[in-house]
T-cell receptor, first 116, second 114 residues
Framework: GAGVSQSPSNKVTEKGKDVELRCDPI?????LYWYRQSLGQGLEFLIY????????KSGLPSDRFSAERTGGSVSTLTIQRTQQEDSAVYLC??????????????FGPGTRLTVL | GNSVTQMEGPVTLSEEAFLTINCTYT??????LFWYVQYPGEGLQLLLK?????DKGSNKGFEATYRKETTSFHLEKGSVQVSDSAVYFC?????????????FGRGTSLIVHP
């Protein structure tokens, strides 16, 4: 079946603009995760959803970042008033569940965000 | 909080050399441990995993053993190939207080020369 897909694959925006990133998880996966990968910084966990709810939002870098998930499927990550330090690759992953023995994550190809 | 520490790279080896990439962790509770790999131009994918102490995960000639006494999950391969050149991420997952926050290491780049 289809893997995790993300759109757009690349996004160039101007400082101060809002951006919306989209993630389509694997069908049937109840858990969905957002990460940020900056050059030389590894993977930074942002937020995860179990179903439509996000039990812990403490990983979001600032209140300019928000995420939602509807229908237990598609998720959007919104960054308001983008700053240059937001430039990174934003990765989405999904798994059957968030915990237990079925939490192998399947990653999407990422969205490369560049803030000028 | 939970954390994962990996050896810094890049690790540069000749083909057929023995590989070890060290990974240690701190976690509350009983984590599952993972190695993910990111080949050039591709997304992360699971390489292997272990869900309890003394379990050995293996795949594509790579192995890692969950060592609770040393809180380690070192990745090994007996004979690397050029095609193994990639970035390797050690990770853990643990459920705590109804919340789940996966933790990844910073990644170790492996470069294998012919």
């Amino acid at each position: 079946g289809a893997g995790v897909s993300q759109s757009p694959s690349n996004k160039v925006t101007e400082k101060g603009k809002d951006v919306e990133l989209r993630c389509d998880p694997i069908s049937g996966h109840t858990a969905l995760y957002w990460y940020r990968q900056s050059l030389g910084q590894g993977l930074e966990f942002l937020i995860y959803f179990q179903g439509n709810s996000a039990p812990d939002k403490s990983g979001l870098p600032s209140d300019r970042f928000s995420a939602e998930r509807t229908g237990g499927s598609v998720s959007t990550l919104t960054i308001q008033r983008t700053q240059q330090e937001d430039s990174a690759v934003y990765l989405c992953a999904s798994s059957l569940e968030a915990s237990g023995g079925y939490n192998e994550q399947f990653f999407g190809p990422g969205t490369r965000l560049t803030v000028l | 909080g939970n954390s994962v520490t990996q050896m810094e790279g890049p690790v540069t080896l000749s083909e057929e050399a023995f590989l070890t990439i060290n990974c240690t962790y701190t976690a509350t509770g009983y984590p599952s441990l993972f190695w993910y790999v990111q080949y050039p131009g591709e997304g992360l994918q699971l390489l292997l995993k272990a869900t309890k102490a003394d379990d050995k995960g293996s795949n594509k000639g790579f192995e890692a053993t969950y060592r609770k006494e040393t809180t380690s999950f070192h990745l090994e391969k007996g004979s690397v190939q050029v095609s193994d050149s990639a970035v390797y991420f050690c990770a853990l997952s643990v459920t705590s207080g109804g919340s789940y926050i996966p933790t990844f290491g910073r990644g170790t780049s492996l470069i294998v020369h012919p």
